[in-house]
């Protein structure tokens, strides 16, 4: 190959012998290039190897484009040990080095390095491709690998796939790391790194209906500006031994490490979030049906939660999240929200500023380890099954409440207006050390409801302010016999409970009216 010169011509036909005749093509020193290079539709095979020499290209559009349908017959390919740069003089950052369009060609890319481009790999209604020990050096608005395959809008059903695409041993340098679209299926990193991304490490497409599941990553590094790794509404989401990291003064304010909503099956196991310190949305965002275990953030977070948790609470039949043995350090502690991201629990305190509900159904899980709001602190969290365990130090209603899912309250209820459980779900009170003001509970017939009342005031009942009727799982305030002129709903007192006996209760003990 000549140096200087436009090679483009030369290179062309070389590539279209070889692929014809099944030959493999190499070739000695550094390669000029205008033009973009055809792999022939009707070849069988491609076999590439660059020997770690360079390819210039001057061009605006794709460097290597393998494009046709499947057909009965998928054609292989191999490239190996090319590096694809763009030169200082050439400003159009063309669209991406290797594209692969239309599922006819399916093989390998082994060392390669590109520099510059749009996007590094190109794949689009394509499958059974592997990319590993290669690295796309990339700018700004740049993306290492580009995958998508074609949705259909219509709901006709004829998707096309991009699908079990492997990528291993593989670096991403600034930009964004993987960029996946509409319709893909099967995606499996092991190894995979973004440095100083500017963007997502790894960004899945923000839809409920784009015909996309299963994403598989492991033993990987992900330091991006704006998170480690987007997959909302995607079943099937794998995350293992993996870290993520914050560009440092670079970072966005809404920087997320583990962005996984609505997941319906998944695991986030051993991974490791180094939190960016300013982040508001803080380093796990999670929700869905989704087993979460093991996982740390390493340093302190100045504003948000560690972990915000979002269980299904539209299916009670669906299975519900697991969180066990994580620990975080974060001055938010961890926080609960529903699925409209209305209401939230928070590590010390829960606050219903209006009529609302807090949806614990689908969480459980022990031996979880989060900081104090001063992180000073440890709280040790345990979620019990179908619903939240321990969720607040401290409940105040500012109107009524509703809570579906168990909870433990260990700490001063305040209200001024009802509490109600819903469903059959159950809510305790115990260890309150403070005194309990007016409150009416209440919960539906199967509600099972619990009154630990071992640091409640102790009261002597006035029976008649119960009704006569006792609907198991219904809970009244009753107030202090002993202080003079108190009424219903006035003072201090105790809770009465009404047992599937259909018995008032109140500590443990039967109360006759």
Same mark, same amino acid.
């Given at each position: %190959?000549? +140096? ?70 998928? /054609? ?35 060392? @390669? ?38 949705? #259909? ?28 679209? #509409?319709? @893909? ?10 440095? &100083? ?18 994403? &598989?990553?492991?033993? $990987? ?14 079943? &099937? ?48 965002? @999670? ?16 504003? +948000? ?18 969180? +066990? ?18 209401? $939230? ?11 609302? +509900? ?21 709280? /040790? ?26 909870? %433990?309250? #260990? ?13 059959? $779900? ?88």
């Amino acid at each position: %190959m000549s +140096s200087g010169t436009d090679d483009s011509a030369a290179f062309q036909k070389a590539v279209t012998f070889a692929s014809r005749t099944g030959k493999q093509l190499t070739y000695t020193g550094n390669c000029y290039v205008s033009q973009t290079i055809a792999i022939p539709e009707d070849a069988q095979s491609f076999n590439l190897d660059g020997r770690n020499n360079i390819i210039f290209y001057k061009g605006d559009g794709n460097l290597f484009s393998f494009s046709g349908s499947s057909g009965a017959v998928s /054609s292989s390919f191999s490239i190996r040990n090319v590096k694809a740069i763009i030169p200082q003089d050439n400003y159009s950052h063309p669209t991406s080095a290797f594209s692969f369009v239309g599922g006819k060609w399916q093989g390998v890319l082994d060392h @390669v390095t590109t520099k510059g481009f749009h996007q590094g790999i190109r794949i689009i209604n394509s499958s059974a491709i592997r990319i590993q020990n290669s690295t796309f050096n990339g700018w700004g608005n740049s993306t290492g690998i580009y995958i998508s395959g074609t949705y #259909d809008q219509s709901g006709a059903g004829k998707n096309i796939y991009s699908a079990n695409i492997s990528i291993r041993d593989t670096t991403v340098l600034y930009g964004s790391g993987i960029y996946i679209d #509409d319709s @893909v299926q099967g995606i499996g990193l092991d190894h995979f790194s973004i440095l &100083e991304g500017q963007g997502w490490g790894v960004y899945f497409k923000f839809s409920k209906n784009n015909g996309s599941q299963s994403l &598989e990553i492991q033993n $990987s590094y992900l330091e991006a500006s704006s998170g480690g790794v987007l997959a909302d509404n995607i079943g &099937e989401v794998h995350i293992t031994n993996t870290n993520v990291d914050g560009v440092s003064f670079r970072s966005d304010k809404n920087w997320t490490g583990f962005h996984l909503l609505n997941m319906f099956g998944g695991t986030l196991e051993n991974n490791t979030a180094i939190g960016y310190q300013d982040s508001t949305w803080g380093p796990f965002y @999670v929700g869905g049906n989704v087993l979460m275990i093991g996982n740390n953030v390493v340093g302190g977070l100045n504003i +948000s939660p560690c972990m915000t948790l979002v269980p299904h609470n539209k299916n009670s039949s669906a299975p519900g999240m697991i969180v +066990s043995h994580n620990m975080c350090w974060a001055t938010g502690g961890y926080q609960v929200v529903t699925e409209d991201g209305t209401d $939230s629990t928070q590590a010390r305190n829960i606050k219903a500023a209006t009529s609302s +509900s807090v949806i614990g159904q689908g969480i459980s899980g022990t031996d979880n380890l989060w900081s104090g709001p001063k992180k000073d602190n440890w709280l /040790s969290v345990t979620f019990a099954p179908n619903g939240v365990r321990e969720i607040g130090t401290n409940l105040q209603v500012d109107k009524n409440l509703s809570i579906r899912g168990d909870a %433990m309250i #260990d700490g001063a209820l305040s209200a001024s207006k009802g509490l109600h459980v819903a469903g059959a $779900s159950g809510i305790a009170f115990g260890d309150n050390s403070s005194n309990i003001p007016p409150v009416q509970l209440s919960s539906d017939r199967n509600g099972n409801l619990a009154i630990k009342n071992g640091g409640f005031r102790p009261a002597q009942l006035r029976a008649e302010a119960l009704p006569a009727r006792c609907e198991a799982g219904t809970v009244f305030y009753v107030p202090d016999a002993r202080n003079p002129g108190e009424v219903h709903a006035r003072g201090m007192g105790a809770l009465a409970v009404c047992n599937s006996a259909g018995h008032w209760l109140t500590n443990g003990q039967p109360v006759s009216n």
